[in-house]
């Protein structure tokens, strides 16, 4: 194989093609002049003496520069491939924490339809996935759940999906930590203990969460008719959210214990083979569909619904955010994508069909 440059240990020749086809970029001195001084040139103009170790960069400002330049790297992507094996022509393949790093978590959590999903996928991976990431993936995870947490605290938006998150989070550190050597923990012990005093204090901080009224002469909740305020509950699909609203008034309490709420509540989440084996009934032989939900939660998974997930073309391989605005404006399927009818190569991925991918 013959080499590019003169000197067989040098990286080669920079090329740039022209009209006239592929030319050798020739460097003047000027541009070698040029390059030297950009490189000496820092900190907006202040230049660089060898000489002078007070001008050293100090660690703290190392790692400030560090953690500037990885979030420029992550985020960036809208899809991946998704290669689960090595071929002859690819020495390559996909792991979770590269999935993770690539594709574009941190917008996602700025738009409401796929915050919970992102806080869903989070909550999984604390319970089972944490020790297979990465270093960079653990730093990227990390980052994200402070943004999530920052934005619940400034926007009081679903507070208790994200104190479920960092409880099920802590308590599997804990275990982590405790077990010491026992288990693959990547990076040093004295960082996971930090990692877990910050989000005791995350925690601390969501439990003396004030949510602000909204202020304004308008109609409240409370002023509703009684039969829009059932139609309200009766298109929740949270069982707490049920409860909470019941905490209300009196009258949002009464709706709230309603059997015929949480019988529509069972059957939106569980099929009927689930629920028709054991039957709780009350004191004057009634069902009783409240216990029967929180029953049948402890034994079956419930339904999943979230605004929008992510999306996996099954001819390219290829997981992707799908930008609905661009698909109605110009049919972009949201992918480089080869087939005839890409919209039929569309599944849904699932928080924990997500993770089912990368198990090799």
Known sequence: MPFLGQDWRSPGWSWVKTGDGWKRNEFSCDDIEDLNLHLLNINDGETFETEDCSTLPTKSEKESFN????????????????????????????????????????????????????????????????????????????????????????????????????????????????????????????????????ILSWQEQLMNLEISPQLGN????????????????????????????????????????????????????????????????TENGHIDWKLMFFTLEKHYPKREQYGDTLHFCRHCSILFWKDYQLALLFKDSGHPCTANNPQNCLTPISPQHFIDLFRF
Not at 131 to 158: C, M, P, R
């Open 218 to 281: 308008g109609l409240t909740l409370c002023d509703l008719p009684q039969q829009m305020k059932s139609n309200i509950l009766f298109r929740f699909t949270d069982a707490w959210d049920i409860m909470n609203m019941g905490q209300m008034t009196p009258s949002w309490c009464i709706l709230s214990e309603d059997l015929h709420l949480w019988k529509e509540l069972c059957k939106y989440h569980f099929s009927e083979k689930m629920f028709c084996k054991d039957l709780i009934f």
């Open 67 to 198: 953690n500037t330049t990885k979030s420029q790297y992550f985020y960036q992507e809208k899809w991946i491939h998704v290669h689960k094996e090595s071929t002859r022509e690819r020495h390559v393949y996909c792991t979770l924490g590269e999935a993770f790093n690539r594709l574009d978590f941190s917008s996602a959590i700025q738009d409401k339809r796929r915050f919970t999903y992102v806080a869903k996928l989070l909550q999984l991976i604390a319970k089972s996935q944490i020790t297979s990431l990465s270093g960079a993936a653990q730093k990227n995870y990390f980052s994200i759940l402070e943004a999530i947490v920052q934005k619940v605290l400034e926007d009081q938006y679903n507070p208790q999906l994200i104190c479920d998150l960092l409880h099920d989070l802590s308590s599997a550190l804990c275990t982590l930590i405790r077990e010491g050597g026992r288990c693959v923990l990547i990076g040093n012990m004295n960082v996971w203990i930090s990692r877990l005093e910050t």
